[in-house]
């Protein structure tokens, strides 16, 4: 008989060799997949994780990753605190279109005004409506202890809803022969978020990210809140003793995980997406939560997450270029890859020992 | 500044190694990407069976591959670029929101030529192409107008774009033109291809006592809702004919093939030319699939003869005298509306009670 015993301590050997363990459980299995639908296994997984960063068009691919990983790592930072204390936020999505809609709005209230400080405004407006639409559910939990769970994921319907009702709506270019749609942001100077160094794809959600990471890892490991956030997850009771305010730690969590939902929306809106559609919420805020998990909660691992997704994606349409993969196969491996990682990750938590029975 | 160097050289060896001159008798590489997966039954299946007509009449001479599931933005930017460098001289763009990334990725490739779908923005090397569905939809108003029996039409109506609009109006004309009693209900369900929400839309539409139901979303399910209730419908981008003969009593099939051979013979023959191609019924890009036996002779006969009125270039389904919804005149008697009136369509003709949603 096999038993599972909980461990005094999570292993920190496991912390760091499951999600390894993980992935390398994906490839197999991943290759399985690929290998019963009749391809070789070795070239999908080599043109999957192997020719994006290596491979013949990979000086165009490897600036890609940045681009694709940028608003992953973004998101999944400010979610993994909330994850630490025990504070689901599973709304990201609709923070992110909300950061998006308000910050295009600034532009587009303003065009064609073309300034300096128009881009950080809509910085800031892009900030302050993820912001806003993470306290939504902060707020009703304290007050009516309302699923900060549920009401986040339902209110990424509502976020959805007012995305089309702006594209088909307000926000609709007014030279777009009535086709739905803002005006392209791209096309608008003071407004755009444009690569800054030619050929790195390198935007400023990217640098973002970056200072979005070192500014995590700084709090939960330097900072007074950051001791607060890990108390609160661990030993909810013992954090009410050092004196933290669990209200307080709701609205900070969800406000903060918001804010850089919706900073990272704005950055894709001015950025690579260009324009405001019925479609701008693209899966990012909902990815960036296997991104949080699989990164271990932790700002490093999140950012070497954010890469591996980023990796998959661009890996999957070269897949599917050039050996003919269907793009569902790609989406069943990053599946795949939080499968396992939450099935290893029982190891760090529980050993496996044998018991004898008579 | 040494990696910003290198990566700058690495993508300009890029560009130089994905436009090699093209050998004569080396395939033409032409690329797709869809919107949704090959296997979505109406639209993309619609284009890929272009794709395959296109390997079928070439052979050899030819080889193509496909992206699918691409969304819209920047994701369609990156996947365009991927196909270009792989060297694609012909790529297709199916979805009317690839418009923006299809003008980037043009200005960067300009040996490589671009089709894009539904759009309105051409360039040297970026044509578009779109079928005429209000023609279609003429005949098959005019099958709905003869077969209800409580007089009132249901209409699933997917984007309030001008695409959906003439086709609601084209319907409604020649319902009405046949049985002046008929009403449309049009219900809005903001996706293309979304079964469980065209479902509910259907039982929202029987529910009001509508048993003729047409469809401008792509899958099966308001069919299925109408067997159940004893009411017929119409197959929508193919033929559905698993349906026939009730509920599916005849259908408006897209079909790409005619178009992908002409363009590509182009190419091969270096007549390639950027333009705006927007055919119908006569053309063979509009089909109507077969009318089954539960439609009595004479309006079968009817429908037919208005189809072929049509094809022939006798009839425009949008002839005057011809009233807005609001009671100003459109078009004075014998007057057809013009195509530029038709692409920028956003208002509905007299006797539809619904208002556009803004």
Request: glycine share 10%; net charge negative; hydrophobic share 50%.
């Amino acid at each position: 008989m096999i038993q599972l015993v909980p461990r005094q301590n999570a292993s920190n050997l496991w912390q760091i060799a499951t999600p390894l363990l993980a992935v390398l459980a994906t490839m197999i299995a991943g290759g399985l997949l690929f290998a019963t639908m009749g391809h070789n296994p070795v070239a999908a997984i080599r043109t999957i994780f192997w020719d994006p960063l290596f491979g013949m068009a990979s000086g165009y691919s490897r600036p890609q990753l940045l681009v694709k990983a940028a608003p992953l790592i973004l998101i999944a930072s400010g979610l993994a605190i909330g994850f630490r204390a025990g504070i689901w936020n599973i709304g990201a999505e609709g923070q992110y279109i909300m950061g998006a809609i308000t910050g295009a709005a600034v532009a587009l209230a303003l065009y064609p005004l073309e300034a300096w400080w128009l881009f950080p405004a809509m910085v800031a407006a892009g900030l302050a409506g993820g912001w806003a639409w993470g306290m939504i559910p902060a707020l009703l939990r304290n007050w009516f202890g309302a699923s900060e769970i549920l009401v986040s994921l339902m209110l990424v319907y509502v976020a959805q809803r007012i995305a089309a009702w702006m594209a088909f709506g307000p926000m609709r270019n007014p030279q777009g022969m009535g086709f739905p749609g803002s005006r392209n942001l791209q096309q608008y100077p003071s407004a755009s978020n444009p690569e800054l160094i030619a050929g790195t794809g390198a935007h400023w959600g990217v640098v973002a990210a970056a200072f979005a990471v070192l500014a995590t890892w700084f709090l939960m490991s330097r900072h007074i809140r950051g001791f607060h956030i890990r108390a609160a997850g661990t030993a909810p009771r013992a954090a009410r003793f050092a004196g933290v305010r669990p209200a307080v730690l709701v609205a900070f969590c969800l406000g903060l995980s918001g804010a850089l939902a919706g900073a990272a929306g704005l950055f894709e809106v001015a950025g690579p997406a260009g324009q405001i559609t019925d479609r701008i919420g693209v899966g990012y805020g909902f990815t960036a939560i296997i991104v949080a998990f699989l990164g271990r909660l932790h700002p490093v691992g999140i950012l070497l997450a954010g890469l591996l997704l980023a990796l998959t994606y661009i890996g999957g349409e070269l897949a599917q270029l050039t050996m003919g993969l269907p793009a569902a196969s790609v989406q069943v491996f990053q599946g795949m890859l939080l499968f396992f990682l939450l099935g290893f990750d029982l190891l760090t938590r529980y050993q496996i020992r044998r018991r004898i029975t008579a | 500044m040494q990696r910003r160097t290198l990566l700058a050289t690495a993508s300009a060896m890029m560009m130089a190694l994905a436009a090699p001159v093209l050998a004569q008798d080396e395939p033409l590489k032409v690329g797709f990407i869809y919107v949704g997966p090959v296997g979505d039954g109406g639209w993309t299946y619609q284009h890929d069976q272009g794709r395959l007509a296109i390997e079928a009449e070439f052979g050899d001479r030819v080889e193509t591959t496909f992206i699918e599931s691409v969304p819209e933005g920047a994701d369609a930017e990156r996947a365009l670029t991927q196909l270009a460098l792989a060297g694609n001289k012909l790529i297709f763009a199916t979805s009317f929101g690839f418009m923006d990334p299809v003008i980037n990725v043009a200005q960067r490739f300009p040996d490589v030529k671009f089709e894009h779908a539904t759009g309105y923005k051409t360039a040297e090397n970026v044509a578009t192409y779109d079928a005429r569905f209000y023609e279609g939809r003429a005949v098959i108003g005019t099958i709905a107008g003869h077969m209800t029996q409580s007089n009132k039409i249901g209409y699933i109506g997917s984007f309030p774009i001008p695409e959906v609009i003439q086709g609601i109006n084209s319907s409604f004309i020649h319902a009405r033109k046949v049985n002046p009693d008929v009403e449309m209900r049009i219900v809005w369900v903001y996706s293309w291809f979304d079964p469980a929400k065209e479902a509910e839309a259907a039982n929202a539409l029987l529910a009001e006592g509508v048993d003729v139901i047409m469809q401008h979303t792509d899958s099966t399910a308001p069919l299925a809702q109408a067997q159940a209730a004893g009411a017929i419908g119409f197959g929508q981008a193919s033929d559905m004919a698993a349906f026939a003969p009730t509920p599916r009593v005849s259908s408006i099939i897209d079909d790409w093939s005619p178009y992908y051979i002409k363009r590509v013979q182009a190419m091969l023959d270096g007549t390639w030319e950027s333009g705006s191609s927007w055919a119908g019924i006569g053309d063979g890009e509009v089909v109507i699939g077969e009318i089954s036996d539960a439609v009595p002779e004479n309006v079968k006969a009817e429908a037919l003869a208005l189809r072929d009125a049509i094809a022939a270039g006798e009839y425009h389904p949008f002839t005057g005298p011809l009233n807005k919804a609001d009671g100003t005149v459109w078009l004075a008697e014998g007057e057809t509306a013009s195509d530029a009136d038709l692409q920028s369509m956003n208002f509905y003709v007299e006797g539809i009670t619904a208002q556009i949603p803004q």
